[in-house]
């Protein structure tokens, strides 16, 4: 049984920080491209950032200010937020998905085999 698991939501004033955990479980990861999306009240999910073998990419709204990073040892990725906003405000989704991953690819949701249950990120002005 493949499982996601998100941990590291919460409250937080506006120009902090928050670092996000996402651990996997049930195969090995280290082959597959791992990710965040995130989904804001009223709003379409998206994809915030992405780590695919060596290649990362960001949504251009967090670009400068999140950082994704993976522990392949560990199954685990992480997505660190500084400088949050409070538009950052949303549940924040790790995803995976076998192969590698590039362009276009990134915003395919549907292309996201497993996804986690998501944790709530709160930003406050």
């Known amino acids: 049984q493949v499982q996601l698991v998100e941990s590291g939501g919460g409250l937080v004033q506006a120009g902090g920080s928050l670092r996000l955990s996402c651990a996997a479980s049930g195969r090995t990861f280290s082959s597959y491209t791992m990710g965040w999306f995130r989904q804001a009240p009223g709003k379409e999910r998206e994809f915030v950032a992405g780590?695919?073998?060596?290649?990362?990419a960001y949504a251009n709204s967090v670009k400068g200010r999140f950082a994704i990073s993976r522990d392949n040892a560990q199954n685990t990725v992480y997505l660190q937020m500084n400088s949050l906003k409070p538009e950052d405000t949303a549940v924040y989704y790790c995803?995976?998905?076998?192969?590698?991953?590039?362009?276009?690819?990134?915003?395919?949701?549907?292309?996201?085999?497993?996804w986690g249950q998501g944790t709530q990120v709160t930003v406050s002005t």
């Open positions: 780590k695919s073998g060596g290649s990362t």
């Open positions: 995803v995976a998905r076998s192969g590698f991953t590039s362009g276009s690819m990134w915003n395919s949701q549907d292309l996201y085999d497993y």
